[in-house]
């Protein structure tokens, strides 16, 4: 770290030996200066608070949820299927949650996945380059939409609707919530499958039209496979986005832990019952704040695993080419 | 469609062709379906607002009563959390990004790094908000301040900020650099007056585009402590704070019909706001981008 690596240093001492223009001072006095130094330093230091803002999440998290599972033994958290953290009877089976996010997580995987695969092969293979210049920044005006305002459509646009379709549908309930969300990733689903799309050689699309295939089956049957890490890594990182949702399921999905696959229930999403806990005055201390620690200890944990799976898919398929 | 027996070749093509165009077809409609649910979104909010969106409506203090409700402070406070999100993750984004692309050496340090970010970019923002509630609002007894809201925010869109100034960075030919070695400027020469005014319109596409991120949070503000009922606008940065998305999730969340409508006059200001700001972004992209292909 010491020696810089460009650029390339002259043979200074000889320039001085010889009498010449001392050329070292331009080495040691300016550019190891100790303000180069410094700036070095104080730019590596900047991009260390990354690597802090993990460990101080991780520390957060395990620390805080230390009095928690003091109280509440792991057998009780992943064994119970209740979550009654109110209730006089308290109960916390972080099953009842996480069977609430998985509800809603599924739902949105089935909108998303297909639509955004869908629309990255368009955008990538048919679309025009006119086409494209409208349909790219509609995709991210879409994808810039805050999660508050999908909250907001979702329960008063598409639930009412919804209950129009299905008789007896309650205002809260895991489907509207999770098409939303479901609506919510699609643009990431599309722009990250459509780079990998755009990254799989021309040649193979060529050869396969030189073997007398037509369009649809050069797309489907070989670039989409080849292309596959690339997606499967956008639908990974798209479904752990959909987990790790807040807004729409807090406004949407309701705020009853349950377990259950009906998605006319009304559940609870473990970011939904982070926020109830939240915005209610719960007083520090008690052992339903500090639920909130363990429980977005379990949601971090989640999501970083499938986070670095996609990363290790991305980096693997890429070396591919 | 069976095969018939003269040409049976040509007419599977005929076939074939046929299941292509449908396929285009389909795949034409899941990609308008995006775009068809953004402009029924938005025409939903704006006629549901109209009632509402008024002078008085942006002017006006929050309130009980419906009809004389108004978003100033959370306005206000919105564009102080921006103001001072901007402050704190810029300068750290940039910073950040130049090390990792023009100082450090391939190695395990720079690939943790580059490894970190990618995962935090990944963290969901309600995590954030459990960060900062535990670091800054009891930990640093920042208290439920602007502060702390725009510390956490920093925290959140500083991968985004990093990694968009990485690609801005990435993006100037090396040529450039290496001409400015030749003269005989030091690194830190080269960069500040070299790569960091070339990379500037990059850098701020993906700073506005991060900004726009965070003022449409409201997890991590919940979580922090942004007050849902803020009847003054702040005047300093550890004051208590309400902010537009907080708003928004406080009226949605009432059952009443008017409340609703206040969410989307809401909505439609919080919008205009964001579209403001990726039209920014795009356009300014859009335009170097010409630039430097016609360059």
Known sequence: MSTPSSPPTTTAEDATARGERPAADLRQRVYDSPKEQAIKYALGACAFISVLTTLGIAAVLIIESIPFFQSVPFSEFFGDTRWTPQFADKHFGIWALLSGTL????????????????????????????????????LELLAGVPTVVYGYFALTFVTPLLQAAIPGLGVYNALSGGIVVGIMIIPMVASLSEDALQAVPDSLGAAAYALGSTKYEAVVRVKVPAAFGGIMASFILAVSRAIGETMIVTL?????????????????????????????DTPQGTIEYQSIFAVGLVLFLITLAMNIVANRITRRYQEQY | MEPSSNGSFNLRR??????????????????????????TLLVDVVLTSVPWLDGQFLGSLPSRNPGEAGIQSALVGSLWLMGLTALISVPLGVASALYLEEYA??????????????????????????????????????GNSLLSGALTLSLLILPIIIISTQEALRSIPSGIRESAYALGATRWQVIYSHVLPMAAPGIMTGVILALSRAIGETAPLILVGALTFVPFVPQGALDQFTALPIQIFNWTARPQDEFRGLAAAAIVVLMILLFTMNLTAILLRNYFEERRAGA
């Open chain 1, 103 to 138: 509800l809603v997580t599924v739902i949105s995987a089935v909108v998303a996945l297909p639509v955004g695969l869908a629309s990255a092969i368009f955008i990538s293979e048919y679309a025009s380059k006119w086409v494209r210049k409208v349909l790219k920044p509609g």
């Open chain 1, 252 to 280: 949407a999905a309701g705020a009853t832990p349950k377990l259950t696959l009906d998605p006319r229930e009304s559940i609870q999403a473990m970011t939904a019952f982070i926020v109830q806990v939240s915005k209610g």
């Open chain 2, 14 to 39: 005929m076939r074939r062709k046929r299941v292509g165009l449908i396929l285009a077809g389909v795949l034409f409609l899941a990609t308008i379906f995006g775009i068809v649910v953004l402009v």
């Open chain 2, 105 to 142: 050496q391939d190695g395990w340090f720079l690939r943790l790094i580059q490894v970190n970010i990618a995962n935090l970019a990944g963290v969901p923002s309600v995590v954030y908000g459990i960060l900062g509630l535990a670091l800054f609002v009891r930990f640093a007894a920042l």
